[in-house]
């Protein structure tokens, strides 16, 4: 039996299930988008977006599916309590693909709404219904048909007109599982015009058992609008994570996605950017710190649909053991969109013999008066340098960490809640240092 087949039947068995415990306007394209993925299957090394992915290779487990909405008996004092001074996050939680209120929650903003997507769905109809699936209704991508037709839950997120938030937003995502699962979410975030905030997404693993985690998340910018997402990854090797985001930016909108992993089993970030009004910002980029048998990947697509806009992408591998890197970036100028600047960095430093890495920057222009450049390098830790700072007085671990950590210090300066960002590199640093760098305060995790 194929893998396709064993979640063809599952559908065809439990289709109905799954439609009872979802909210109506999840329901709506259910269908459709079974009978896309009976047609599409999974994505393959064949297919060019898919060239370097290896999360399929995941799927041949039995992984158990919650389709009846068990809800998860959680202990309060077991939730991640975030230990970052400074950082005064409105903190929210989602436990597998469940929205879950707890004690630590804090009111939301005047007029921000944050909620499981399901309880939107029923309370916002109109709003939801105007923006659910308009990103993905033209993709023809498996693992989007697959959210499509299983996903029933995930986050919500909206910031109305000209609403500023001071605080930042910290949604934890935890699997947690006596037994081997499938997480499947679909989120969706709203900012309209003017509006401003920033999330942090962590996500944390809290059980030693095999975890298929596939989210996926539509994000919609409004003009003037700003929007930082910070994304930081601390699960464990059994852990396979496909995060699918697909944004939509109009007129002098600027993001920021800065996507940090620093313990995983097999990860794909999948990041797709629309910049469709003039005058838009785009900021992609990440770092990692693989070793043992990990492997990452960032596969990035920016399309310049709109004339005077900016993108920039920057994302640096540090690889050790036997770890499996990739790099997939295309920057996509379409005809008209002239006077863009777009540029695309990747550097990345294998560490020992077996580390493999895989890059493949790619530019399509059909415009004329554009700035556009791109490039990827991948080598040893600088011999000379090392050796320079031996001669000072350094030990060689100590030279070696700190020559590390200054190769990721570009990509942490994108991070511009101060707290966070020294919070981070502080887990950078343990992490380069061979100790644990998992989040204070994270239970189980």
């Not at 001074?85 to 709404?113: C, E, R, W, Y």
């Not at 940090?260 to 900021?283: F, Q």
């Not at 994108?414 to 020294?422: P, S």
Request: glycine share 6%; charged share 20%.
């Amino acid at each position: 039996m194929s893998l396709e087949q064993q979640y063809i039947d599952l559908y065809r068995q439990t289709s109905e299930a799954l439609k009872v415990h979802s909210a109506t306007l999840l329901n709506a394209r259910r269908n459709a988008a079974f009978e896309k993925f009976t047609q599409l299957g999974f994505p393959t090394t064949q297919q060019e977006n898919y060239l370097y992915s290896r999360v399929q290779e995941s799927l041949d487990l039995n992984y158990g599916l919650n389709i009846n909405r068990i809800k998860i008996s959680i202990n309060e004092k077991e939730l991640f309590s975030c230990n970052v001074p400074g950082i005064h996050a409105d903190l929210f939680f989602m436990i597998n693909d469940q929205f879950h209120v707890s004690q630590q929650t804090k009111s939301s903003p005047n007029g921000v709404i944050i909620c499981s997507l399901s309880e939107a769905c029923q309370k916002y109809p109109a709003l939801v219904e105007h923006y659910l699936n308009r990103q993905i209704t033209d993709k023809n991508d498996g693992f989007v048909a697959f959210n499509e037709a299983f996903s029933q839950d995930g986050f919500f997120l909206y910031v109305p007109k000209n609403t500023v938030c001071k605080n930042p937003v910290q949604l934890i995502n935890i699997l947690r599982s006596n037994v081997d699962t499938m997480s499947l979410g679909h989120n969706l975030i709203i900012l309209e015009e003017g509006a401003q905030i920033k999330l942090l997404v962590c996500d944390h693993a809290a059980n030693d058992v095999h975890f298929f985690n596939h989210t996926l998340t539509e994000i919609f910018v409004g003009e003037n609008a700003h929007f930082d997402y910070y994304g930081l990854e601390s699960t464990h090797l059994k852990t396979t994570a496909l995060k699918q985001i697909f944004v939509s930016q109009k007129s002098d909108s600027q993001i920021v996605m800065n996507t940090i992993g620093l313990n995983n089993g097999c990860t794909r970030n999948h990041i797709e950017v629309d910049m469709n009004g003039s005058g838009a910002e785009t900021w992609l980029g990440g770092m990692l710190v693989s070793d043992k048998t990990q492997q990452s990947e960032n596969f990035t697509v920016i399309r310049h649909n709109a004339p005077h806009c900016k993108s920039n992408e920057l994302y640096k591998y540090i690889l050790d053991g036997e770890a499996d890197g990739a790099f997939s970036g295309r920057i996509i100028v379409k005809e008209g969109a002239q006077k863009t600047e777009a540029y695309q960095t990747n550097r990345n430093i294998c560490l020992s013999k077996q580390a493999q890495m895989h890059a493949k920057p790619q530019l399509e222009i059909y415009a004329d008066d554009v700035k556009c450049g791109h490039g990827a390098t991948t080598g040893q830790l600088d011999e000379s340098a090392l050796f320079y700072m031996q001669t000072r007085g350094i030990g060689k671990t100590e030279a070696r960490m700190l020559l590390l950590l200054a190769f990721t210090a570009d990509v942490l300066q994108f991070v511009e809640v101060e707290a966070l960002r020294e919070r981070l590199r502080t887990m950078v640093e343990r992490r380069l240092r061979g100790e644990n760098a998992k989040c204070q305060g994270c239970g189980g995790c």
